[in-house]
């Protein structure tokens, strides 16, 4: 006998939901391994004594991180997620018939607390992984991407000379010619939505007669120098090979080697250099290492990040750079052989060049100069071919040759190239992931704040997921050698 369900629609008076989610469930093993009690202590002085309570604390910070962990960025779309979740309402905190927090609750929430309480959070977090031993600290691979921010290019406005002065009359000529106006017979045949669009449209370009539209052909012209945008400030125009120009920020990440467990992020402005945010960078991750005793030893990043100044850093902190040297160096100069004790070159008629002064280039780089004597020259045989129309030889080095030099034969040693492709099998593969399947598509919030606090979740959600993954396996570990222990003693 063929069977068939009756949905009736019943109330249920007896339901208990730690009953239905099972104990191997994602989120249940999640709030048992989360403490976050200490938020409320962090988060006290944000709020007044007195008014209505608002928003847990501990809530708010679940509700954010099931975002990133789910890979929904909207905050409407996480409510609607998350009431029909049993596991995620038991995660969260909330009875079945209980309802949840507004959108907008959320949203004033994420901007009230300030980014110095998510790092705490993430403190904690990276806490735990170096407690179940996935992080060892001595070696970190650093890279950076880009972010969409929450801006479009369409917004951007062309920037005011701070002292323009406004014309008062118009130029006298010829006036503008009228838009073109359609054919009568074309306006009657055309549909009542095409007739509306094209009603909305002229009218957005008289209101707006220099917005970026009309001259998106020309978007290759778009400048940071030129053009803001209003809406997000702090976002910057950037470009990456293959892609399309977007208003983003930069997601600086470092990435211990041991599990692939996230050890900093921050964001930066995406029109600046890899290279100017390492010294800050190194200098947080160390003091992160050092409060759980350990140590830097091994720094790992692309070319982006090379700069005389990092390397010499990174070697009086104790830290091996393994950056490869930008293609335009050269350790050698032609036809010049250098001698470090007297800090001079000697050319191929044995004269020598010793360092005269230092100088900086147009970017603020340090070089060194080298000067060969005036008499020297002009009595040389060679001097010809060398400097025909010049009174003397002179050599222009950086001011950290030594270091460029130390890094450009690193970088071509068997560990050199082992350490090439530690980088690409740790940091790529963990800001695919952000970027894909933790929310970092695409920032929803403005401001640079704002997308530190996102890149920051995102991290914490990450590891989480890391510890989650790995903290079985050494419990199991620790079971079956204390196991074997107590055979022993049988």
Request: proline letters at 6%; aromatic letters at 10%.
């Given at each position: 006998m063929q069977g068939k369900k009756q949905f009736t629609d019943q109330?249920?008076?007896?339901?208990?939901?730690?009953?239905?989610?099972?104990?191997?469930?994602?989120?249940r093993r999640l709030d048992a391994l989360l403490e976050l009690g200490f938020l409320y202590e962090a988060s006290q002085d944000l709020y007044s004594h007195t008014g209505q309570p608002s928003l847990a604390?501990?809530?708010?910070?679940?509700?954010?991180?099931?975002?990133?962990?789910?890979?929904?960025?909207?905050?409407?779309?996480?409510?609607?997620?998350?009431?029909?979740?049993?596991?995620?309402?038991?995660?969260?905190?909330?009875?079945?018939?209980?309802?949840?927090?507004?959108?907008?609750?959320v949203s004033r929430t994420r901007q009230l607390y300030p980014a110095a309480l998510f790092e705490q959070l993430f403190d904690r977090i990276f806490s735990l992984c170096v407690q179940q031993g996935l992080v060892a600290g001595n070696t970190q691979t650093v890279d950076s991407a880009p972010v969409k921010a929450n801006a479009s290019l369409d917004s951007l406005c062309e920037k005011q000379p701070v002292h323009a002065v406004q014309p008062i009359l118009t130029v006298v000529g010829s006036p503008p010619k009228p838009p073109a106006t359609p054919h009568p017979a074309s306006i009657r045949s055309a549909p009542a939505h095409q007739l509306r669009y094209e009603a909305t449209r002229q009218a957005k370009r008289q209101r707006e007669?220099?917005?970026?539209?009309?001259?998106?052909?020309?978007?290759?012209?778009?400048?940071?120098?030129?053009?803001?945008?209003?809406?997000?400030?702090?976002?910057?125009?950037?470009?990456?090979?293959g892609k399309v120009r977007a208003l983003n920020y930069l997601c600086s990440l470092a990435v211990d080697t041991t599990k692939g467990v996230i050890s900093h992020v921050q964001a930066d402005l995406a029109d600046s250099r890899d290279s100017l945010h390492l010294p800050g960078l190194v200098q947080r991750l160390q003091q992160r290492l050092q409060a759980h005793e350990l140590q830097l030893r091994d720094l790992v990043a692309d070319t982006g990040y090379s700069n005389g100044f990092n390397y010499a850093l990174l070697e009086h902190q104790g830290v091996t750079p393994w950056i490869p040297v930008f293609g335009q160096y050269k350790p050698e100069a032609a036809g010049f052989s250098y001698h470090a004790a007297a800090d001079e070159y000697?050319?191929?008629?044995?004269?020598?060049?010793?360092?005269?002064?230092?100088?900086?280039?147009?970017?603020?780089?340090?070089?060194?100069?080298y000067r060969a004597a005036y008499q020297d020259c002009q009595q040389c045989a060679h001097k010809g071919n060398c400097v025909p129309y010049a009174d003397y030889k002179q050599l222009v080095r950086s001011a950290f040759d030594a270091a460029y030099r130390r890094a450009w034969h690193r970088q071509r040693s068997r560990r050199g190239q082992y350490m090439h492709r530690v980088r690409q099998g740790t940091v790529e593969p963990v800001f695919g992931n952000l970027l894909?399947?933790?929310?970092?598509?695409?920032?929803?919030?403005?401001?640079?704040?704002?997308?530190?606090?996102?890149?920051?979740?995102?991290?914490?959600?990450?590891?989480?997921?890391?510890?989650?993954?790995?903290?079985?396996?050494?419990?199991?570990?620790?079971?079956?050698?204390?196991?074997?222990t107590a055979w022993t003693a049988l």
């Open positions: 109330v249920v008076t007896h339901f208990r939901l730690s009953e239905w989610v099972t104990t191997h469930n994602f989120y604390p501990v809530v708010f910070f679940k509700l954010v991180l099931v975002g990133y962990l789910e890979n929904i960025t909207s905050d409407r779309r996480l409510l609607e997620h998350c009431a029909m979740r049993l596991d995620l309402l038991y995660f969260l905190g909330y009875e079945l018939d209980e309802a949840l927090p507004w959108h907008s609750t007669p220099a917005s970026l539209g009309a001259t998106r052909p020309h978007a290759r012209l778009l400048s940071n120098k030129t053009h803001y945008s209003p809406t997000g400030p702090e976002a910057r125009i950037s470009i990456k090979p000697r050319c191929g008629a044995d004269k020598p060049l010793p360092f005269r002064k230092y100088s900086t280039k147009a970017d603020g780089a340090w070089v060194k100069h894909h399947h933790y929310g970092l598509r695409r920032i929803n919030v403005r401001g640079r704040a704002g997308a530190h606090k996102s890149m920051l979740l995102a991290a914490i959600a990450y590891n989480l997921k890391k510890l989650l993954r790995y903290a079985p396996k050494q419990q199991l570990g620790v079971a079956l050698s204390a196991l074997a």
